[in-house]
């Protein structure tokens, strides 16, 4: 065997297979295939050093310390960009633009979140890597940057050319440094970006070997050198080089267009397997890149949205308590007020007293704020460096701070309750339960009106909803409420009567009945009656239905009160049968009695598809496990998909699904 000539294969297919799997995300082979020509290559090598080749795969792993790292000096400097924060910038710039004679065309891109890098390469081979430093002079990483996977050795043509882009750690592999971190006594990586950046600044290659680090490049600083007339053809020829790209890159045609690229990121940020922080837009055409240029520091032709803060740090002024539906009691964190992704934030939830205690949470600290989509805002941590010794100690309250009863904590649980059911503050919000959205979608009475009625006695249960009408003169006379406000509430009431039995199930607010479980339920027994005489023994032989939520259930039905109420329900004309789809189940046999888990951005919402799937009798789940049947792929799919890939589980797009469907 020629061992030069079988070390070149063994380079080249391999290669080949880390570009598919780390770039692509299309692997070719198994992991097991990849393993084994790996290991022959190591072998080869250990044997053979001296036809070691600078593009093996096996110069990945980091066997380099270094004392320092040197100066490098870009040859293009790396420019930074100029921040705007709303729509009515994004529409000045878009304007500043046109009042230069361009029609313009943007290219969005998403902003990752971590460490810039400035890639060098030489007749195809990579030849330097370097930090961005000032933006003229950075620190030289070649050796960190040859342990990632997604960043080639080689490119696919001979030529000489420079790149930006930037190095990231996904979420995933964050939490599982960290796992690792704790279980060893070290403190935890702070966030994906200090992670990335430490990573790459570690003098021991080894460290950013273990990180598991990735890449999208998205700059190209000469695309004319390269007969590229467009940013976007530049991208394009990037990717054929063989670098990684992030798929969600958009091309649009005016100011709305990239507002709605900003809006529709936005809303999916968090389901993405890494971190961003905004948004870059950038003009498409090279020439007019250039006929815009540069001010003294920033270029006039692109700029970053940055997304609101998720993080910001306010000071605790005081603690009071809520009281829930259930009876909960949660104690909240009063604020100053502060802006937070756009809105301004005075309270906080601090979840239960085992939470304060074990964040160390006194009142007069400087804390950190986060507050995730239309996810309420909580306390996240606290800045105990701030402290000046004005702050005193948290102590849990022991009575119901509405109706004065003594409270209940369970010996197994961190929460206390008021288990006092005339308590107002527990019947205010069971009425707000009962009339929202995924309930009885009663429009128009939403918390704040449902809590005026009740004040005025005009609600005080759930059957005083139903007799509303009666209070129709005496609501005219209220501030904000006109005749047709009135009557479009009234109607809303009275078509609420319509919905299928599992809204009404999750509406009755049954302690840990969640509206997932309420169809279960309305499925399984298809009308009220059925349900109110079932056993804790039969309740438990329904999947996902353990003896605690049993017993709930039970003890629902055994009341009295309840009882009554519910013949009152039934005497108003509310409906208390299952209107969904029936004998479905045996005719969808890809769909029916499987497990499903769904990921990525699809065409429709993941609740749509969930709702889809349950009707047709399957089981939808968060995370990828043995028991999976079927992962439901869209864009950026993540980590989910490297675990069903793993499982050899049945992955299907979004064309198989419709087709199964």
């Not at 006109?482 to 809204?503: A, F, M, V």
Request: net charge negative.
């Amino acid at each position: 065997m020629d061992i030069q000539k079988r070390i070149e294969e063994l380079v080249i297919k391999l290669n080949k297979w880390d570009y598919e799997y780390h770039t692509l995300d299309n692997p070719s082979v198994s992991d097991q295939e990849y393993d084994n020509h790996l290991r022959e290559l190591e072998k080869l090598e250990e044997k053979h050093p001296q036809y070691i080749r600078d593009d093996s795969p096996t110069q990945r792993v980091g066997n380099h310390i270094l004392d320092k790292f040197s100066k490098v000096t870009h040859a293009i400097p790396l420019f930074s960009l100029r921040d705007v924060f709303n729509e009515n910038e994004i529409r000045d710039f878009d304007q500043r633009i046109k009042k230069e004679g361009i029609n313009p065309q943007y290219v969005c891109e998403l902003k990752i979140d971590g460490l810039a890098v400035s890639l060098t390469y030489k007749d195809g081979s990579l030849v330097r890597a370097a930090t961005r430093g000032d933006g003229v002079v950075g620190e030289d990483i070649t050796i960190n940057v040859k342990t990632i996977k997604s960043i080639p050795l080689i490119l696919q043509e001979n030529v000489d050319i420079g790149v930006r882009g930037e190095i990231y750690m996904s979420k995933k592999v964050l939490d599982e440094i960290n796992a690792q971190r704790e279980s060893e006594g070290l403190e935890p990586l702070k966030n994906t970006r200090n992670a990335a950046a430490g990573s790459m600044r570690n003098l021991d290659s080894k460290v950013a070997a273990s990180r598991k680090l990735d890449s999208f490049i998205y700059h190209l600083p000469n695309p004319l050198d390269y007969n590229l007339p467009t940013h976007h053809q530049a991208l394009e020829y990037m990717k054929r080089l063989g670098f990684k790209l992030n798929p969600n890159i958009r091309l649009v045609q005016d100011a709305q267009g990239i507002i709605d690229y900003i809006l529709d990121w936005n809303s999916k940020r968090d389901d993405l397997p890494y971190e961003i922080d905004g948004v870059v837009i950038k003009l498409d055409n090279i020439n007019d890149q250039q006929k815009l240029g540069f001010t003294a520091k920033y270029p006039k032709w692109a700029v970053a949205y940055k997304f609101p803060a998720t993080e910001v740090i306010t000071k605790l002024k005081d603690i009071v308590f809520t009281v829930g539906r259930t009876g909960l009691i949660t104690p909240n964190a009063v604020l100053e007020p502060v802006i937070v992704q756009g809105s301004t934030v005075s309270r906080a939830t601090l979840h239960n007293e085992k939470n304060i205690i074990d964040k160390d949470i006194k009142i007069g600290d400087m804390v950190v704020i986060r507050k995730a989509g239309d996810v309420i805002p909580e306390v996240v941590s606290v800045k105990k460096e701030r402290r000046d010794g004005t702050e005193w100690g948290f102590s849990m309250i022991e009575t119901c701070p509405i109706c004065g009863r003594g409270l209940v904590k369970n010996e197994k649980e961190a929460d206390h309750f008021c288990v006092n059911e005339l308590c107002d503050a527990r019947n205010i919000e069971g009425l707000i339960h009962f009339a929202s959205r995924d309930a009885m979608n009663i429009e128009g009475l939403g918390e704040r009106i449902i809590e005026d009625f009740y004040n005025l006695g005009f609600i005080r249960n759930i059957t005083d909803i139903y007799h509303l009408d009666r209070y129709k003169e005496e609501l005219m006379e209220l501030e904000g409420f006109g005749n047709k406000s009135i009557n479009n509430l009234l109607t809303s009431i009275e078509n609420s009567k319509h919905n299928s039995l599992e809204k009404l199930l999750f509406g009755l607010g049954i302690r840990q009945v969640g509206s997932k479980m309420a169809k279960v339920l309305a499925k399984e027994y298809m009308n009220l009656d059925n349900l109110m005489t079932v056993s804790q023994e039969e309740l438990t032989t329904i999947r996902d239905i353990g003896p605690i939520i049993a017993q709930n259930i039970v003890n629902y039905f055994n009341n009295n009160d309840n009882i009554k109420m519910l013949e009152q329900l039934k005497e108003l004309g509310l409906n208390t049968t299952f209107l969904g789809p029936v004998g479905v189940l045996s005719n969808n046999p890809n769909i029916s009695g499987k497990t499903f888990v769904i990921t990525g951005t699809l065409s429709r919402t993941r609740n749509e598809i969930r709702e889809q799937l349950e009707e047709l009798g399957a089981k939808v789940t968060d995370s990828v496990t043995k028991k999976t049947d079927v992962l439901i792929v869209g864009e950026d799919a993540g980590s989910k998909y490297d675990k069903a890939i793993e499982l050899k589980i049945t992955i299907w797009d979004e064309e198989q699904l419709n087709k199964m469907l």
